[in-house]
């Protein structure tokens, strides 16, 4: 019984320290943790190690791990206790976090570090401060440097921590030969400021470089482009289907001698191959229900981060997004095995089989490369094996459920023949066209509407995740990505017209592809980001900068190209209605 009180004691004891941390309230004298996180090259954000690989020496209390979320697992977070001795509302001046002697191989360790420019990262009250290991001098005898003290300046606003600032002080020259021993110290400031808790995170916001009139004229211009695209494509397609009406009519009508029956031409002559089953329809079918799934998922988590400010959490928006994948798995099962059924397909267990795994194993596929070249480098990137077990997890007991789920639900509410023309047994052959009326032609120039569209806003999005900006303008993000959705239907839409009026019934994938082009663009602009806008170098930094990149391009083809198939597929379906074939 003494046991058990002792550890419901030291439960509710724990339960207090770690309340205080995450309610952000604190009383006079209460302890504030100051967690270490990662160590590594400022210009390789995603080369990070543990700051403790580095020869620095704890304090006298007791190392402890902090890991909250999975999202700060992925990202490779290992959160140790520094050691400093932090009071709530008490000043410290020239403590002694801890003495170190250190050895040749250590001294050559920091200052291989020094000269790599490494900087580390550590939290207090979960706000993010960041300091240089040392400095690193070109006079003779004064080399690489150390910086042996910490002066940790925070505002307060009575029970809360507004903000917290990291100087970086009193570098000691590192012995180029030898022992040496080093004395690391720290001082706390406390000063109390007006600015409301609710406002601590604008401190850390950039407003000048998101908020910039390129940014914003930017959106302007892309706003305009969707308007004159699409009234463009009213105009042109409206009057351009209405005289092709009129002169279908016009040919069903009494005989008319004076037409030539050469005139016979256009979209009509199709009507018979039109709605013919796409091949590959199985592939297409989980492209289908990856990309809905996706457009969803982006929409629901832009939507949330503008009403809950996700980005002011550590690693909440990551946590989040992988939550609400597995949540949507409904749709794209539901998706494809509509889109299966509709077109005539039978083996529907092995399309949801292929529905359910297709996006996962892409990310794995990538994953596990990089993770391989972490695990290489004992960075703190690699992702555990613990994490692993759980992502299986989640999409064992989560995400296949709810994709079978849907994938039952989309077939049983589908009917198969819904389709306003007859299919003829045999294809119609397809005649010979102009070079850019070919259908590789269409994808490959079907993609640079979309991508103008956005590739502003790329460049702050690629700004924020490979350097050190916090993005927080998801409010652009959501107009821009409304904009991308309605220029991927209205090039669809164009294209999948003069496919059909040059006689060509493959317009399927062609739909598909002539949208999602525009990864291809996306990825192309990556690599001109890489070698312009960086200074990231090394096989490690690299492999983590095409990796990543090449998942965020596969996500926006499958995204694309579901918006176009999706609006060139309703188009067809509505020309082809409004038309008399015998």
């Known amino acids: 019984m003494g046991q058990f009180t ?15 941390e995450h309610n952000h309230k604190y009383r006079k004298n209460e302890e504030v943790v100051a967690w270490m996180n990662t160590v590594g090259p400022i210009y390789n954000r995603q080369e990070t190690y543990p700051y403790y690989q580095l020869p620095f020496c704890h304090g006298n209390s007791a190392i402890q ?7 700060e697992a992925l990202q490779g977070m290992d959160l140790i206790n520094s050691g400093i001795s932090i009071r709530y509302l008490t000043d410290s001046t020239d403590q002694t976090l801890c003495s170190q002697t250190l050895d040749s191989a250590a001294t050559s360790l920091l200052r291989a570090a020094i000269a790599n420019k490494y900087w ?11 300091g240089s290991v040392g400095l690193l001098k070109q006079q003779e005898h004064q080399g690489h440097e150390v910086y042996t003290h910490k002066h940790i300046v925070m ?3 009575q029970d809360r921590i507004i903000s917290a600032q990291l100087i970086m002080d009193r570098p000691v020259v590192l012995s180029s030969h ?3 021993s080093i004395n690391f110290t720290y001082s706390i400031q406390w000063k109390p400021t007006d600015i409301v808790f609710e406002d601590r995170f604008r401190k850390l916001l950039e407003t000048d470089f998101f908020e910039h009139k390129v940014h914003w004229l930017s959106i302007f211009s892309s706003f305009m482009m969707v308007l004159s695209l699409t009234g463009l494509v009213s105009i042109i397609l409206l009057r351009t289907v209405k005289s092709d009406y009129a002169r279908y009519d016009r040919e069903e009508g009494p005989i008319d001698f004076d037409r030539d029956f050469g005139d016979d031409y256009g979209w009509k002559q199709v009507h018979g191959d039109v709605f013919r089953q796409p091949p590959r329809l199985m592939f297409l079918s989980a492209f289908m229900g990856t990309g809905s799934q996706l457009v969803i998922l982006a929409a629901i988590v832009i939507l949330y981060t503008i009403v809950g400010g996700l980005y002011a959490e550590r690693a909440t928006i990551l946590t989040t997004t992988i939550f609400l994948y597995a949540f949507t798995s409904l749709v794209s099962g539901y998706t494809s095995a509509r889109y299966y059924t509709r077109w005539g397909g039978k ?32 960075s703190s990137r690699a992702i555990a094996f613990s994490t692993i077990l759980a992502m299986l997890a989640l ?57 103008g569209s956005i590739f502003i806003e790329i460049y702050f999005i690629f700004t924020s995740f490979w350097t050190y900006k916090i993005y927080y303008v998801y409010g652009f993000m959501l107009l821009v990505f409304c904009i991308l959705l309605i220029v991927c239907a209205c090039v669809a839409i164009v294209s999948t017209y003069f496919l059909l009026n040059s006689e060509d019934h493959r317009w399927h994938w062609v739909s598909f592809m002539t949208c999602a082009s525009t990864s291809a663009y996306i990825y192309l602009y990556s690599i001109y980001y890489y070698y312009s806008k960086t200074k990231m170098t090394g096989f490690f930094q690299t ?9 965020l391009a596969l996500g926006m083809f499958f995204m694309l190209g579901y918006v176009g198939h999706s609006s060139a597929s309703l188009f067809v379906r509505k020309i082809y209605q409004s038309v008399k074939i015998d």
Request: with cysteine.
């Open 543 to 551: 492999s983590f900068y095409f990796g990543y990149t090449a998942i």
């Open 155 to 157: 505002e307060y606003n």
């Open 178 to 180: 030898g022992s040496q």
């Open 347 to 378: 083996d529907w267990v092995r399309n949801v089989f292929l529905t359910a795994g297709l996006w996962p194993a892409t990310v794995v596929g990538v994953s596990s490369y990089v993770n391989s070249i972490a695990i290489y480098y004992a």
């Open 6 to 20: 002792l550890i419901v004691l030291y439960l509710l004891v724990l339960g207090c320290v770690w309340g205080d």
């Open 65 to 71: 791990h902090h890991h909250e979320t999975l999202g």
């Open 120 to 130: 580390f990262t550590m939290f207090i009250d979960d706000l993010p401060l960041s």
């Open 395 to 451: 999409w064992l007991f989560v995400c296949f459920p709810l994709t079978l789920l849907g994938a039952i639900v989309g077939r049983r509410w589908t009917q198969q023949t819904d389709f306003p023309c007859r299919v003829n047994p045999i294809p119609r052959p397809i005649p010979e066209k102009l070079w850019y009326a070919e259908p590789l032609v269409i994808i490959a120039l079907g993609g640079i509407l979309p991508f």
